[in-house]
């Protein structure tokens, strides 16, 4: 049985995530430079995204949203390059309380808010799908809920 009760779901991908560019986030290193050193990382896109999401408020334009969307939209693809080399076939869990799944997580609910904020419903749906697919607690974890 899989940890989300489904006796013939697929297990659980748990990521192995990026040691150096989460321990260089920890310590306070940029993230535009942690992402262009580990552009594989997920959760160095994951920052910049919500940084520009942040930011967006102050922006009279849709500039921020659309950097965050940008930058979400690379994170959540690195992240689907990576679940696909861990088994995942498109489908089945991916738990928000894995701490290396996050960033993946982190990068779709970043793409949801960009996109409900440009107007593209169909979208920010796609990715609330998602986030529910992979782990029914994500998107309230990420304040989509």
């Known amino acids: 049985m899989t940890s989300f009760g489904d006796l013939l779901g697929p297990q659980p991908v748990l990521l192995t995530g990026d040691d150096d560019a989460e321990s260089d986030l920890l310590n306070g290193a940029d993230p535009a430079t942690v992402a262009a050193t580990h552009p594989t990382a997920s959760i160095a896109w994951a920052y910049l ?3 520009a999401l942040a930011g967006a408020a102050d922006d009279p334009g849709k500039s921020k949203v659309i950097e965050a969307y940008g930058y979400a939209r690379t994170g ?4 689907l390059d990576q679940l696909r080399r861990h088994g ?5 869990p991916v738990p928000w309380r894995h701490e290396p799944n996050q960033g993946f997580l ?13 107007g593209e419903e169909d979208e920010y749906l796609r990715c609330l799908d998602l986030l529910n697919d992979s782990d029914p607690t ?8």
Not at 76 to 79: A, D, S
Not at 88 to 92: A, D
Not at 138 to 145: D, R, S, V
């Open 138 to 145: 994500a998107a309230g974890e990420l304040g989509l809920a």
């Open 88 to 92: 995942w076939k498109g489908f089945g």
């Open 106 to 118: 982190r990068c779709v609910g970043a793409l949801a808010r960009a996109a409900q904020s440009i």
């Open 76 to 79: 959540y693809h690195r992240g």
């Open 49 to 51: 995204a919500e940084a």
